[in-house]
Structure formats: C-alpha cells, structure tokens
C-alpha cells in the first residue's frame, strides 16, 4: 500500500489547517520565539564513535523513533521546542551534536579531514543509529544535517522516511559556486569576525526576524575547523551525488523550505524535486514567513507538518 491518504487528501488537511497552512504570510519581523527559554545543555547520555565523543538528547516519547539532526554552527538545542513539546511526548525523538558543535567533542587535529566532512558525519550517523537501534526511524536533516542523511542514506535501508529542510540536493562534483544553491558563504569561513557571526546568525532566521542567544553561542562554540574542512573535503574526500540519492531513494522524502530563507536558495531546492521519485505530497512545501531555521521560528507549523509526514511513514 503507497499510500492511505492520497495526496489531494493531505493537501485538502494542510490548507483546511486540520494540521498546518500550505501559506502563511510575507516574511520579516517575528520576535516570537526570540525570548524563549534557553534549552537546557545537559544530554541524556554520550556515545563513543571511534574516537569521538556524541552527545545525545532524547525526548520522553516512546512512539516510532524520530532521528534529529542539526545544521552547520548550531547544535541539537535548535529542535528543544519539539523535543520537549507534544510531539516529544508522543514520539521517540533522538538529537545529537554533531563532532565540534554543542556538547560533542570537536575532532583531534589527526580527524579533522575526515570526520568534518560529509561521509565522516554520515559514519557518525550509522554509528549512532546501530547503537540505538534507530534504524526503522523518521530520518530528519535540517541543513547540512540533511546533507548527511542523504550520504548515509543508502546504508538506512530499514527508514520509515527521510525529510529534509534547507538542504539543497547538490550534484559531484558540484557545479561552480554550487550551482547558486547557497546565498551565503560565511558556513565555510574558519575564524569569523565578531560581524561576521552576527551575519551568519541573522541569516538563519526570515530577516527583521529576532534570533535568540543561544544561536550565537551554539555558532562562537563551533569548531571552526568544522565549517572549512567540510569545504575542503570537498576536494578530497567528497560526497555522493545527492541529485542520484534523492532520485534513487525507496522511501518517502519530504522537502520543506522557508519562503524567506536567506541561507539556501529555494528556487534551487524546488527546481530539483521533480527528480525526487518519492516526493512526498509530489511538491516542496514552502511555509511563508519562515527562514532557514523554520523548525525553531515556526514550531508549531514545523511540528504538525513532522507529525503529519511520521503518520504518513507508518502508513506505506
């Protein structure tokens, strides 16, 4: 069975806002979510991958498993709103830093090519997913956590569904200057300029749109060597092409993007889900209003669009 609800019944659920709009409003301004609590720090447990040191984060939910994975200069606090929400409680949700973000351990100077770049977290994953046997989870990427869902993907044979966001499938080798699907270059910069991690952070929301401190904080901890190695492993380790993973791939995909991300351009990402075979809803669901980080500036919207693409997953 493909599918339970056809996708003019899901549609007709998003747009009646039985679970969230298709559309919401132009972008810009929200100080919303600014002010929220600080995510607590302290991980339910670490897990030891080869020489590294995973910090792990896990909701109180015993439902299907959800895997959470965040995006370059961030950590797993960036899903705190959903882990200890209702559909933390409902769901068995699993977030982890990845090497040199958050509480996990940053990379020996020996590692450093290999475990910051695309197949060296997509390893991490693997690891992780083995050790907590995540393997018929809900695999989902935000930014370059997508990126490295989509490298490990073919290894997560037993995958409920993958959904991505702010991930633009990208070719290898890439096109120069990747063929415009980022809008930013500062994720591949080394050492930042106090101005320059404040550009970075403000990116990550719809502009006008206040970001709270713990954005810059999770940034300034970030092991710069992370965000220049991934670059430069793109030249020497490299990635599997990702046009051929999200074509290839047996389960189902769900692509979202922030009409107002300032981070990836999403005029790429929707040019390149018509050769997505398992495109869910067989369309990119753009909420408006939303930036690059739309699961931290939206939650609710975020949330009822996870729970509604996990039912779905179950359902196939």
Excluded at 198 to 220: H, I, K, Q, R, S
Aim: glycine share 10%.
């Amino acid at each position: 069975m493909s599918q339970i609800l056809d996708r003019r019944q899901w549609l007709g659920m998003l747009a009646a806002g039985s679970m969230v709009p298709m559309s919401m409003t132009a972008c810009g301004g929200s100080d919303d979510n600014a002010a929220a609590a600080p995510p607590s720090s302290a991980p339910s447990r670490t897990l030891a991958v080869g020489s590294q040191r995973i910090a792990v984060y896990e909701s109180a939910g015993t439902g299907p498993a959800i895997f959470l994975l965040h995006g370059n200069s961030t950590s797993s606090k960036i899903w705190q709103q959903t882990l200890d929400g209702a559909l933390g409680k409902k769901y068995r949700m699993v977030a982890i830093d990845l090497p040199g973000h958050g509480s996990s351990a940053d990379a020996s100077e020996a590692d450093r090519a290999t475990t910051y770049s695309i197949p060296g977290y997509a390893t991490i994953i693997k690891s992780v997913v083995s050790q907590l046997g995540l393997e018929k989870a809900v695999f989902v990427g935000w930014s370059l956590g997508g990126h490295a869902f989509l490298e490990a993907s073919p290894a997560l044979t037993q995958a409920a569904g993958f959904m991505i966001f702010g991930t633009p499938p990208l070719p290898f080798p890439p096109a120069a200057d990747f063929g415009g699907a980022f809008l930013t270059g500062l994720g591949f910069v080394k050492d930042w300029t106090a101005a320059q991690a404040n550009e970075f952070v403000a990116a990550l929301a719809a502009p006008g749109t206040a970001t709270p401190a713990f954005f810059l904080a999770d940034a300034l901890r970030t092991d710069g060597y992370a965000r220049s190695s991934v670059a430069a492993s793109i030249g020497t380790v490299g990635y599997a092409d990702e046009v051929v993973i999200t074509a290839a791939l047996k389960r189902p995909l769900a692509v979202l993007g922030g009409a107002c991300d300032q981070v990836v351009s999403l005029s790429y990402v929707q040019a390149t889900a018509s050769a997505i075979a398992k495109l869910w809803l067989e369309q990119v669901i753009v909420v408006d209003g939303a930036g690059h980080a739309l699961q931290w500036e939206q939650p609710a919207r975020f949330d009822a669009l996870l729970d509604a693409f996990v039912a779905s997953c179950q359902l196939v």
